[in-house]
Every structure is written in C-alpha cells, then in structure tokens.
C-alpha cells in the first residue's frame, strides 16, 4: 500500500481556517486519497475523498496538487466538535483491495476555544 | 437510515477463552471490513467479507476469523485470547456504489 505522511499534531482556534496536510509522493494513477476523522471514542467517520480534482462538501473541502503528490484538507471553520485525529488514506479502486482502508498515525487536531 | 451496529459494546474475558463480536451493516451494504484499533500499532485491518466471501485478509494470525451471513451480518471470532488482544474493534460497512466506508461505534474488548 502507498504510504502518506502527515504531521502528528496541530493546533487551531475555534472558528479560523484549518489546512491539514498529507503527502504521499509514491501514490500511484490508480489510488484515490481519502480523509477519515476519529472523534474521542467513536469510530472513524468519513470526511472527504478526490482522485484529481479539488473536492468541496458540507464538512470540508480537499486540495489535490498538481502532481498528486500531495493533498490538504481544509476545514473552513474550526469548532470544538471538530477536535479529532484526522487520517488521510490513498484506496485503490483498480481491484480487490477496493474496500481495504490502511490508516497511518494521523494527525491529532487540537480546536481551542 | 441505522448505521453500523456492534454488539456488545463492552466485553472482559479471560486469557484462553474465546470471543464472539457481531457487526450488522447499514441496510443494502454487502461489504463488511474489520478493524483493531490499539494505542501502541492503531487502526489495523483484519479481514473483508463481500457477499459471505473473505476477499482481503490482514496481518494477523488464524485465532482471528470472521465470517459473513447472507444478510450482511458479520461476526468475528478470537479464540484463545491472549492480553496482548484487547483492543477497540471496528467494523466498517460499504455499499458497492459507495467508495467511503461507514463505520461503528466498535466493540471495546478486554482481556484479563
């Protein structure tokens, strides 16, 4: 599987911008990047996904470069509930892995009031 | 629509013994994945089940099974628990349609 690199911690306050940053220099034309969050106590929750494009949605929005090399979540405002470990995940839709998530450390995403 | 149901959520055995977890899908799901979440290696995949066949299968050793029902039900079993198995367990459910995988509240296990 692809590997992505990603910051162990960041900080925020409430109601600023947040861009959460992912690189995966080895992702392949095949390999969809993922956004995952993990709320204290709760199971992974899907935030976004691209392949190419930059991707809006009611919880974030995803910036894919040029090169695919890397992505950056963006979360326009930040709120407390937003406070998480945020796992950015490359999912190749090419065959049998399709429904296999290989999640790394994460970033834990510290919202200040 | 009802996520992704575990049961029980909370479970103590003793070493040697084994352990049952059951996972219902969200309703039309035919994917059922499962998960191991530690402090020390985090969220590991065991095993995918896609209408009652294992397509992918982890890194972990054969006292980790699974298997799916022809409703999507899932379960995984552990036989002969070892401490070094407690964890949070993770069951995620996807739809062919769907790329993202929904996941639930897990089942926390401990093993003393």
């Known amino acids: 599987d692809a590997k992505t690199t990603q910051p162990n911690s960041m900080e925020s306050n409430e109601e600023e911008p947040v861009h959460l940053p992912c690189n995966h220099s080895t992702i392949s034309g095949t390999d969809y990047i993922h956004w995952y969050r993990q709320l204290p106590s709760q199971g992974p929750e899907y935030v976004i996904h691209g392949l190419t494009s930059n991707v809006n949605n009611r919880m974030a929005s995803l910036a894919i470069a040029e090169d695919r090399k890397s992505s950056t979540l963006i979360l326009h405002r930040a709120t407390l509930r937003d406070a998480a470990v945020y796992y950015c995940i490359l999912r190749d839709n090419s065959g049998g892995s399709n429904y296999k998530l290989t999640f790394g450390k994460g970033t834990l995403l510290t919202v200040n009031p | 629509k009802a996520g992704v149901t575990q049961t029980p959520r909370y479970l103590i055995k003793t070493r040697g013994q084994q352990v049952t977890l059951s996972c219902s899908p969200i309703?039309?799901?035919?994917?059922v994945s499962w998960y191991q979440q530690t402090p020390g290696q985090g969220l590991q995949f065991l095993f995918e089940?896609?209408?009652?066949?294992?397509?992918n299968k982890g890194n972990f050793p054969g006292r980790f099974s699974g298997r799916q029902f022809s409703n999507s039900r899932s379960e995984m079993n552990v036989s002969t628990l070892e401490l070094g198995d407690s964890a949070l367990y993770l069951c995620?459910?996807?739809?062919?349609?769907?790329?993202?995988?929904?996941f639930g509240q897990g089942t926390r296990l401990t093993v003393v």
């Open positions: 089940y896609f209408s009652e066949t294992q397509r």
């Open positions: 309703s039309g799901h035919r994917s």
């Open positions: 995620a459910s996807s739809s062919r349609m769907n790329t993202e995988a929904f």
